[in-house]
DNA sequence: TGCATTTGATAACAAATGTTATCGTCTCAC
DNA sequence: GTGAGACGATAACATTTGTTATCAAATGCA
């Protein structure tokens, strides 16, 4: 099921101009990465578990979600390039809280958790790094934040309008029961939210 | 309105053994703290100037909001010890889009945007501290995933009872109001939740 | 002290949202 | 192919939540 090489790193060419490394550190860095192909529903990392690997999307998309109260809940979503990582437990050693699985077919890299630990550390020696790497995590909180924000002073349907905005792609790939409870409203309200945009436009 | 003064730095003492730093460094670092004693309702921050200041909270609390549709919506709550800052305005040298105010009169120690960047700077080159830094900014991206989380899951009605858990306090100190918008809901049903929850119980 | 304002509870009604059930379509494994 | 299950729309009804209005108590300030 899984096809692991390290060879064809050409997938991260694309990343090269944003790190100031030597070509050795580059090599070395991107030969942690491994790929694999995996079908859909496939489970990455399982709630509960310590997860030891973390994720880079080269095609295909995933979701975390959790079990709550016997129904599953969608927290996030993941496209192209997005790196997937329980990042809570990677940072706490804590078990996953959610369990990340693929929707489509994907092409991923995954990295073990010991790399990651000694990159950062080493890239943490070098100020413009260093940055990034805070640069990295505030943008995570601020994207956190805004989800708060949005609770807070949307309605559903603004919620609904923002995703659609923000991750046009979803629409088209994602089944709409997660994208409902992702939303934090019932399958049913996102079928007449949909239905009241499409009557509201024409 | 405003009493500055640079003496008193006991207040600090409580922290002192959690940065390994030398006498010198930490004199320093607390001297860009200045006291200042407020009365109620003054605004620290104002949305949509690009802040200078960051505070710590010896005593006292203190809210963030936001206008929205012309209802103001609190998103945050702050008490004694806790840090208060626009973070995403700093990060991003961005107007706040939060205004943020005390609750009561309070006693705070505001320090300037210069030094704490400076401080930020200096402090990297120390790993321990380093790692303090963003073990900090990893925490409070952790709260907002909890709030995200929340949101998705929780009831009203929950939502209210973590809230009551984690800040006992806040049911004395801040008006219901703000506890409303806080979580979202209108003042009509918090006061209709707590009536439920009071009957349940006797 | 006394008055204006803020705060909070409650009722009545309106609107939003959830639940359950049904149906048609689509997809995918065999 | 084909049959089971996944998916999404819709209806009917139940429940939750919001809105507006009213009142009483608490608070702050002149």
Redesign the pocket.
């Known amino acids: 099921m899984t096809i692991a090489c390290k060879i064809n790193k050409q997938m991260f060419d694309q990343f090269r101009n944003k790190f100031p490394l030597d070509d050795d550190k580059w090599t070395d860095y991107t030969n942690c990465f491994n790929r694999m192909e995996v079908p859909a529903k496939t489970i990455l990392i399982q709630e509960g578990d310590i997860p030891k690997k973390a994720f880079l999307i080269e095609k295909g998309c995933v979701r975390a979600w959790f079990n709550n109260a016997g129904k599953d809940v969608t927290f996030q979503f993941f496209f192209e390039n997005n790196t997937v990582a329980s990042i809570e437990s990677f940072r706490k050693k804590h078990p996953s809280t959610v369990t990340v699985e693929t929707i489509e077919p994907s092409v991923l890299w995954f990295i073990r958790k010991e790399d990651i630990d000694r990159i950062i550390a080493e890239i943490s020696e070098i100020p413009a790094l260093r940055d990034k790497f805070t640069d990295a995590i505030f943008e995570r909180t601020f994207v956190y934040m805004k989800h708060h924000f949005s609770f807070i002073k949307d ?3 603004q919620r609904y309008l923002n995703l659609i905005k923000e991750m046009p792609q979803i629409i088209q790939r994602v ?3 997660y994208i409902a409870s992702y939303l ?9 939210i ?2 009241q945009l499409a009557r509201g436009k024409s």
């Open positions: 309605t559903p349907q089944p709409q029961h934090g409203i019932s399958t049913v309200h996102l079928s007449r949909k239905s």
